[in-house]
T-cell receptor
Framework: EPEVTQTPSHQVTQMGQEVILRCVPI?????FYWYRQILGQKVEFLVS????????KSEIFDDQFSVERPDGSNFTLKIRSTKLEDSAMYFC????????????FGEGSRLTVL | RKEVEQDPGPFNVPEGATVAFNCTYS??????FFWYRQDCRKEPKLLMS???SGNEDGRFTAQLNRASQYISLLIRDSKLSDSATYLC??????????FGTGTQLKVEL
């Protein structure tokens, strides 16, 4: 069964450092997303991406965040200068079309900022 | 009022029991509704979509009441493997999903 894969599974970083989280969406999917979940809290939308550009982003997704699809397979989330409050599980997801509510999530990358 | 409200639980039920979860939402413009399931420290997975007419998938039945802005999920004949957190999820006009905090279910022997 095709799946979304994410690396790393866990990253520990110092406050102020740059972090890049990587995702390989399902190959025939066209829409890509990042969500995050702070421990004990709800899953929150960060950004959606289609046709090599951001289609929607939340208030959380400020200038410290960026996304990129550098090649035909990878989809990355960069946090430029991490803060303590960026500690969370970051989920990448993909879907076949815009209107579907069926997103396929990766297993997540746990980011710990010290 | 929160965008999506759910009773966090936990709901502790014996195997074979029927259990129901409710969810209310504040944005009347929400267009699509879903139940996702999330196991501990795992990713969310779609359980089922929710339609106005109500829909069933095996032991699971979902209902939507747009007038009351209320969604429900009924699980019949609970199994140990049903133990998880059930997330009420909305989709507006774009492709962003809004998640509730989830209701935790524990099915016991």
């Amino acid at each position: 069964e095709p799946e979304v894969t994410q690396t790393p599974s866990h990253q520990v970083t110092q406050m102020g450092q740059e972090v890049i989280l990587r995702c390989v969406p399902i190959s025939n999917h066209l829409y890509f997303y990042w969500y995050r979940q702070i421990l004990g809290q709800k899953v929150e939308f960060l950004v959606s991406f289609y046709n090599n550009e951001i289609s929607e982003k939340s208030e959380i997704f400020d200038d410290q965040f960026s996304v990129e699809r550098p090649d035909g397979s990878n989809f990355t989330l960069k946090i430029r200068s991490t803060k303590l409050e960026d500690s969370a599980m970051y989920f990448c997801a993909s879907s076949t079309d815009r209107s579907t509510g069926e997103l396929f999530f990766g297993e997540g990358s746990r980011l710990t900022v010290l | 009022r929160k965008e999506v409200e759910q009773d966090p639980g936990p709901f502790n039920v014996p195997e074979g029991a029927t259990v129901a979860f409710n969810c209310t939402y504040s944005n009347s413009a929400s267009q699509s509704f879903f139940w996702y399931r999330q196991d501990c420290r795992k990713e969310p997975k779609l359980l089922m979509s929710v339609y106005s007419s109500g829909n069933e998938d095996g032991r699971f039945t979902a209902q939507l009441n747009r007038a009351s802005q209320y969604i429900s999920l009924l699980i019949r004949d609970s199994k140990l493997s049903d133990s998880a957190t059930y997330l009420c999820v909305l989709q507006g006009g774009g492709n962003k999903l809004t998640f509730g905090t989830g209701t935790q279910l524990k099915v016991e022997l």
